[in-house]
């Protein structure tokens, strides 16, 4: 759809269009995201995006000197202040909730003084909080301040994901008959640095952890890719490999809406090559490993053929009438292929057009509720050592206290028996763990630098 463009918002670009300038804020620069998302933003000046500032605990002049953008500590007087139409929210987890209560804030206190049209979009890293009661409440404020959404499940983005939806969902390949993906790889020990108190919360439990930090992404790519919900999940973890609070290994199996099981396996503690960022070579953090290029780290399988990710090869039986299909027969081969390109760079141009009100985000906060409603079943699951129903953890925490209902909008689910599609109305709740509604100035200036 079309949108009004002012005189002092016009940026045409080398291609020949038209597009509004787009001042993007990033809430915690620190190295392992929050600095990439600031330079996607500067490789996407031209596309008008610009970065205007950006905010973190500590006042690293030369940071900001090196980016060329004004520096903050209080993201109430950053929205207060610049002229904002999104916000990178990249600080830790447990401050979410918090810094986009400021961010708003302060933008409505802009808009009430200048009369401008205010901050139009919030793009905040995965997962969207620290438990579901916090998250519900972040949607609650930010649909009341008519802010977008946009959860950092970046992968989504990616042109392999996107393929693989597309098989996976096709009408033939299924019904899906079950999912297994891996998540196996080693952190240095730097990562959790035990004399760095700014990166305690890495080794504390509900806050740290792969579960949370990392298996997130592949469930969210398990709701995401198959196009099912997840209405169970069993979790067996352990924490040998380093003795913390934490976990670092595990696996988790889920039962699908129609029937369907699904597992994922992880480690963090294990020098291997078996995951999303080295299998797919997106994330140049990640080196090349020789011998690798075709090794998938996810499996799906259904009723007319199967396919891996992330080389996209399927599996299929010859529709030839004459032969009985199975084992006995040879399996056909059909190779598909995406352009390898930066989901991250893809997630923030589709940003940019959020903030623009030209689309809706591919990865809604309710979307993202769902996903962290399946990771906490899974923590709990674990802790409990029986299967737990995300929505058990919704409906347990609806009564916890009065809070906004937010309504999602309907879900597609597709029918085990390969009938037509139908909506269900899936409502999300807060959590049993309340959020600190007293975070104050101080607690921010922190935390929010870190990733």
């Not at 009065?402 to 879900?411: L, S």
């Amino acid at each position: 759809r079309s949108v009004p463009l002012d005189a002092t918002s016009q940026h045409f670009t080398s291609h020949g269009f038209l597009a509004m300038s787009c001042r993007i804020a990033v809430v915690g620069a620190g190295p392992l995201v929050g600095m990439a998302h600031c330079r996607m933003i500067q490789d996407l000046a031209e596309q008008g995006l610009e970065l205007a500032c950006i905010c973190q605990r500590r006042r690293d002049e030369q940071l900001a000197e090196v980016l060329g953008v004004p520096l903050y500590t209080d993201p109430f007087e950053m929205a207060r202040k610049e002229e904002l139409h999104g916000v990178v929210i990249a600080a830790p987890t447990h401050v979410h909730l918090a810094v986009a209560k400021a961010c708003l804030a302060g933008a409505a206190l802009r808009s009430a003084e200048t009369g401008g049209g205010g901050l139009k979009a919030l793009l905040i890293e995965k997962p969207i909080c620290q438990d579901l009661r916090s998250a519900i409440e972040l949607l609650s404020v930010t649909d009341t301040a008519g802010v977008e959404v946009l959860v950092g499940h970046q992968r989504r983005h990616s042109a392999f994901v996107r393929k693989a939806r597309e098989l996976v969902t096709d009408q033939n390949f299924g019904p899906l008959r079950g999912v297994t993906m891996e998540f196996s790889l080693l952190k240095p020990e730097s990562y959790f640095c035990k004399e760095n108190p700014a990166t305690e919360w890495r080794r504390q439990k509900g806050v740290g952890g792969p579960i949370l930090i990392n298996s997130i992404h592949d469930l969210d790519l398990m709701r995401h890719i198959t196009g099912h919900e997840i209405t169970q999940v069993y979790a067996a973890t352990n924490s040998c490999a380093r003795g913390g609070e934490v976990e670092d290994s595990g696996a988790i199996t889920v039962t699908f809406d129609h029937g369907a099981v699904g597992t994922l396996f992880f480690t963090d503690a294990a020098p291997a090559p078996w995951s999303y960022e080295f299998t797919t070579g997106e994330n140049k953090k990640y080196p090349p490993v020789k011998g690798t290029d075709t090794r998938d780290c996810y499996h799906f399988m259904g009723a007319q053929q199967s396919v891996g990710f992330p080389s996209l090869c399927q599996f299929a039986y010859s529709p030839d009438e004459g032969q009985e299909q199975g084992w006995d027969c040879p399996l056909e081969v059909t190779e598909e292929s995406a352009l390898r390109e930066d989901p991250l760079h893809v997630q923030m141009a589709h940003f940019a057009r959020v903030c623009r009100g030209l689309e809706r985000p591919l990865c809604s906060g309710r979307d993202a509720v769902q996903s962290l409603a399946v990771v906490m079943a899974a923590l709990r699951s674990a802790d409990l050592g029986r299967p737990v129903a995300p929505c058990q953890m919704l409906q347990e925490a609806s009564s916890a206290g009065p809070v906004a209902p937010v309504d999602r909008e309907p879900a597609v689910i597709k029918k085990a028996d390969g009938g037509e599609p139908h909506c269900e109305d899936e409502t999300s709740a807060p959590s049993t763990e309340a959020a600190d509604d007293s975070f104050s100035d101080a607690g921010f200036v922190d935390l929010c630098q870190l990733d």
